[in-house]
């Protein structure tokens, strides 16, 4: 078990955190969630004793080791893979090296046998002769192939580095297991299988992700920090979106009776409830759910920015034929003679290993650059917005501010290009003030990507093509832009890490293989994912 007593957080005048106490025990998982600049990472650091707070502390139970997801890619550099996830286990590594250098030693004396025999005897207790395999067991589950065990992490890429400090983090039981983002660049079977490990892990887990469809499986609980203060409810994400949903619809409906508001909660408590998973986490949660009152339901305060997109006119008969597509870059073939025609109410999803590969599709769709073979015909009625993975030409060096940037992109007229207008638009993403004031190349990752949205909503377009737009944004924007393109009523083709999004947007998936070439199926993500088992 771990607890937050009276914590407080300032950061120079304004309070982060202010009198939190929170207790966090085993057998759960708990899902931190809050706007982006809430404070998730900080308060991981503080449970973690990377950071100190102002007030209060945090207490865990006597004899329990907490382990952490480490952030930092380069720290373990000059070490091989297998040490690197031992090392998740201090006590343990620092005996395995303090017993190698007794044992090197020429001059070998008794108090050096005294002191090997009880570093041997602390060992076996903490199961050390197992230490290998079950670090090759976690890196092997991850994904991290058995020859690269003993290769310096100097020689990893950055998504293998990840995989490695994360089987680092698990590694040799911990009672505590705070993480960071950790199914960032991680593939599907390697989020698979976390989500499989977390369900039948019996310690304490806390876990910061923008991944709704991750928090929903692993999360018994969700802690919500909104506005300095720290809340925690039963159930996973869903829960906690739906029914924070639902109180504030019945907190406005001042004329329904209360038996009505409670009987109508009741059963949208029981739905939840009924969860078919037999993991034990599921199984927790439901006998939480079971018990829990109306009164305990969240009512947030959480404010989300409004995401539509109109189209100007409907696209006609034909949309898009792309024919024998190739492009190579730097030697490596990342299209290979790929044809596909995009029908009506398509959505496509383009997922795979390769990320410059689907990046190299979307600009060609998008006509920012040129294939090396083949066509990509656009019908004439088709009108497109393009959302690119890297938007940095749009506010590097660009001194104007948000109000006279959106202006750029809005139609000639004098409604549209009215400041009013503007203003009014920017201010249903969340951009109100003198926020609409401020220049655009200083703007977070997180607001550039709601101007670009803002920018794409503007133009009328009937085909959407977005690459990665929920990067950088907190859940409260990627739900919002999950849901303006369920109803979209157009074309979309798009990329996205997030489970959830592409499983609810897409009805088509392609599939990018490793020789550049593509599978091509008219069904959602997860029944695409089914079929993949199948084979």
Same mark, same amino acid.
């Given at each position: 078990?771990?607890?937050?007593?009276?914590?407080?957080?300032?950061?120079? *005048? #304004?309070?982060?955190?202010?009198?939190?106490?929170? *207790?966090?025990?085993?057998?759960?998982?708990?899902?931190?969630?809050?706007?982006?600049?809430?404070?998730?990472?900080?308060?991981?650091?503080?449970?973690?004793?990377?950071?100190?707070?102002?007030?209060?502390?945090?207490?865990?139970?006597?004899?329990?080791?907490?382990?952490?997801?480490?952030? =930092?890619?380069?720290?373990?550099?000059?070490?091989?893979?297998?040490?690197?996830?031992?090392?998740?286990?201090?006590?343990?590594?620092?005996?395995?090296?303090?017993?190698?250098?007794?044992?090197?030693?020429? %001059?070998?004396?008794?108090?050096?046998?005294?002191?090997?025999?009880?570093?041997?005897?602390?060992?076996?207790?903490?199961?050390?002769?197992?230490?290998?395999?079950?670090?090759?067991?976690?890196?092997?589950?991850?994904?991290?192939?058995?020859?690269?065990?003993?290769?310096?992490?100097?020689?990893?890429?950055?998504?293998?580095?990840?995989?490695?400090?994360?089987?680092?983090?698990?590694?040799?039981?911990?009672?505590?297991?705070?993480? %960071?983002? +950790?199914?960032?660049?991680?593939?599907?079977?390697?989020?698979?299988?976390?989500?499989?490990?977390?369900?039948?892990?019996?310690?304490?887990?806390?876990?910061?992700?923008?991944?709704?469809?991750?928090?929903?499986?692993?999360?018994? $609980?969700?802690? =919500?920090?909104?506005?300095? #203060?720290?809340? !925690?409810? &039963?159930?996973?994400?869903?829960?906690?979106?739906?029914?924070?949903?639902?109180?504030?619809?019945?907190?406005?409906?001042?004329? #329904? *009776?209360?038996?009505?508001?409670?009987?109508?909660?009741?059963?949208?408590?029981?739905?939840?409830?009924?969860?078919?998973?037999?993991?034990?986490?599921?199984?927790?949660?439901?006998?939480?759910?079971?018990?829990?009152?109306?009164?305990?339901? +969240?009512?947030?305060?959480?404010?989300?920015?409004? &995401?539509?997109?109109? !189209?100007?006119?409907?696209?006609?008969?034909?949309?898009?034929?792309?024919?024998?597509?190739?492009?190579? /870059?730097?030697?490596? #073939?990342?299209?290979?003679?790929?044809?596909?025609?995009?029908?009506?109410?398509?959505?496509?999803?383009?997922?795979?290993?390769?990320?410059?590969?689907?990046?190299?599709?979307?600009?060609?769709?998008?006509?920012?650059?040129?294939?090396?073979?083949?066509?990509?015909?656009?019908?004439?009625?088709?009108? @497109?917005?393009?959302?690119?993975?890297?938007?940095?030409?749009?506010?590097?060096?660009?001194?104007?501010?948000?109000?006279?940037?959106?202006?750029?992109?809005?139609?000639?007229?004098?409604?549209?290009?009215?400041?009013?207008?503007?203003?009014?638009?920017?201010?249903?993403?969340?951009?109100?003030? %003198?926020?609409?004031?401020?220049?655009?190349?200083?703007?977070?990752?997180?607001?550039?990507? @709601?101007?670009?949205?803002?920018?794409?909503?503007?133009?009328?377009?009937?085909?959407?093509?977005?690459?990665?737009?929920?990067?950088?944004?907190?859940?409260?924007?990627?739900?919002? /832009?999950?849901?303006?393109?369920?109803?979209?009523?157009?074309? &979309?083709?798009?990329?996205? $890490? =997030?489970?959830?999004?592409?499983?609810?947007?897409?009805?088509?998936?392609?599939?990018?293989?490793? =020789?550049?070439?593509?599978?091509?199926?008219?069904?959602?993500?997860?029944?695409?994912?089914?079929?993949?088992?199948?084979?």
């Amino acid at each position: 078990m771990i607890s937050a007593n009276n914590i407080t957080l300032r950061v120079g *005048k #304004k309070a982060l955190f202010e009198d939190v106490n929170i *207790k966090f025990t085993e057998g759960n998982c708990y899902g931190l969630i809050g706007a982006n600049g809430a404070g998730k990472s900080t308060f991981l650091k503080i449970l973690s004793g990377q950071l100190e707070p102002t007030n209060g502390d945090i207490v865990i139970t006597p004899g329990q080791r907490l382990s952490f997801l480490q952030q =930092d890619h380069f720290k373990y550099d000059s070490y091989n893979v297998l040490d690197t996830v031992i090392m998740g286990n201090a006590r343990l590594y620092e005996i395995m090296k303090e017993k190698e250098a007794i044992y090197a030693k020429e %001059d070998f004396s008794d108090e050096d046998g005294i002191r090997a025999s009880e570093l041997e005897g602390e060992f076996a207790e903490m199961n050390g002769w197992e230490a290998e395999s079950d670090a090759a067991t976690l890196l092997n589950g991850l994904g991290i192939e058995t020859e690269l065990h003993y290769t310096q992490m100097a020689d990893l890429t950055g998504s293998q580095k990840v995989k490695v400090l994360l089987a680092q983090a698990l590694f040799g039981n911990p009672d505590i297991l705070l993480l %960071d983002e +950790p199914t960032n660049h991680l593939d599907l079977p390697a989020i698979e299988w976390l989500e499989d490990f977390l369900l039948d892990y019996e310690g304490t887990v806390i876990v910061v992700s923008h991944d709704r469809y991750f928090l929903n499986v692993v999360c018994t $609980h969700i802690v =919500d920090i909104d506005y300095s #203060k720290v809340k !925690m409810y &039963v159930g996973n994400y869903e829960f906690w979106y739906e029914s924070s949903q639902m109180m504030e619809r019945l907190i406005k409906q001042q004329n #329904k *009776k209360a038996e009505e508001k409670i009987k109508e909660l009741q059963t949208f408590i029981q739905r939840f409830s009924a969860n078919k998973s037999k993991s034990k986490q599921a199984t927790s949660r439901k006998k939480m759910l079971d018990k829990l009152t109306v009164e305990e339901l +969240p009512a947030s305060s959480r404010r989300y920015p409004f &995401v539509g997109f109109d !189209m100007d006119r409907e696209a006609g008969r034909d949309l898009l034929t792309v024919d024998g597509l190739s492009k190579t /870059v730097n030697g490596e #073939k990342l299209l290979n003679n790929i044809s596909f025609t995009l029908n009506h109410d398509d959505k496509i999803a383009i997922i795979g290993e390769n990320e410059i590969a689907i990046t190299a599709l979307m600009q060609i769709l998008a006509g920012e650059d040129e294939p090396d073979e083949g066509t990509v015909k656009w019908g004439v009625s088709t009108s @497109r917005s393009y959302f690119p993975k890297d938007n940095s030409k749009y506010f590097d060096g660009c001194e104007l501010n948000l109000v006279d940037w959106l202006r750029q992109y809005s139609a000639a007229g004098f409604e549209t290009q009215n400041e009013s207008y503007i203003r009014g638009f920017l201010g249903r993403m969340l951009f109100s003030g %003198d926020d609409v004031f401020k220049q655009v190349n200083v703007l977070s990752g997180g607001e550039k990507v @709601r101007c670009m949205l803002s920018r794409m909503m503007l133009y009328g377009s009937n085909v959407l093509i977005l690459d990665q737009p929920t990067n950088h944004l907190d859940l409260e924007s990627i739900t919002a /832009v999950n849901n303006g393109l369920k109803a979209f009523k157009g074309n &979309v083709i798009f990329a996205s $890490h =997030d489970h959830e999004f592409v499983n609810t947007v897409a009805n088509r998936i392609i599939d990018i293989r490793e =020789d550049g070439t593509i599978v091509d199926r008219m069904c959602t993500f997860d029944e695409y994912i089914e079929m993949k088992r199948g084979n």
